[in-house]
T-cell receptor, first 112, second 113 residues
Framework: DGGITQSPKYLFRKEGQNVTLSCEQNLNHDAMYWYRQDPGQGLRLIYYSQIVNDFQKGDIAEGYSVSREKKESFPLTVTSAQKNPTAFYLC???????????FGSGTRLTVV | GESVGLHLPTLSVQEGDNSIINCAYSNSASDYFIWYKQESGKGPQFIIDIRSNMDKRQGQRVTVLLNKTVKHLSLQIAATQPGDSAVYFCAEKVPGANSKLTFGKGITLSVRP
């Protein structure tokens, strides 16, 4: 079955470390997105990519980086510059001709 | 600020009753709206969508109503079940090739047994 997979489900980071969250989709979707969700909050857009080798900053890009070398993959790196990285991270994808997003199951990142 | 908002942060309903979740949007140019359901610790799941050329759309136990005059969107869930307990998000999209969904903050639906 087609879908979007995020890994790992839980991730722990020490202060000062960079960590990378994986997002892979086999839906043949052109666009991919990363969102951050804090407890009791909505979704805030970090980065998005409409096409391979191209991506744009969202509303809260500071302290994060992404790459889009393959259509199927859109990894997110949480750098040490992100001062409050503890959150639930969601990846999504969409086809160019449709409007809805398909979401992954999320990665919960905790700073220890 | 976000252009999509929800009137109430929480909603508690009795099992078997109908639920109505409301959403206000501010961009009159939005032409597509979607409702997502998010269970605890999971990613949002598509429930139902509607385009601006429609007023109402029905799915299985769910109905979305769109009132463009007052820029209001609602999700109706018939015969609410315990499995409906979740956070519900509305989202809107304006026309354009690179346009993205804008999400509301979400409302928690709690179903009492």
């Amino acid at each position: 079955d087609g879908g979007i997979t995020q890994s790992p489900k839980y991730l722990f980071r020490k202060e000062g470390q960079n960590v990378t969250l994986s997002c892979e989709q086999n839906l043949n979707h052109d666009a991919m997105y990363w969102y951050r969700q804090d407890p009791g909050q909505g979704l805030r857009l970090i980065y998005y990519s409409q096409i391979v080798n191209d991506f744009q900053k969202g509303d809260i890009a500071e302290g994060y980086s992404v790459s889009r070398e393959k259509k199927e993959s859109f990894p997110l790196t949480v750098t040490s510059a992100q001062k409050n990285p503890t959150a639930f991270y969601l990846c999504a994808s969409s086809a160019s001709r449709t409007y809805g997003y398909t979401f992954g199951s999320g990665t919960r990142l905790t700073v220890v | 600020g976000e252009s999509v908002g929800l009137h109430l942060p929480t909603l508690s309903v009795q099992e078997g009753d109908n639920s109505i979740i409301n959403c206000a949007y501010s961009n009159s140019a939005s032409d597509y709206f979607i409702w997502y359901k998010q269970e605890s610790g999971k990613g949002p799941q598509f429930i139902i969508d509607i385009r601006s050329n429609m007023d109402k759309r029905q799915g299985q136990r769910v109905t979305v109503l769109l009132n463009k005059t007052v820029k209001h969107l609602s999700l109706q869930i018939a015969a609410t079940q315990p499995g409906d307990s979740a956070v519900y998000f509305c989202a809107e999209k304006v026309p354009g090739a690179n346009s993205k969904l804008t999400f509301g903050k979400g409302i928690t639906l709690s179903v009492r047994p």
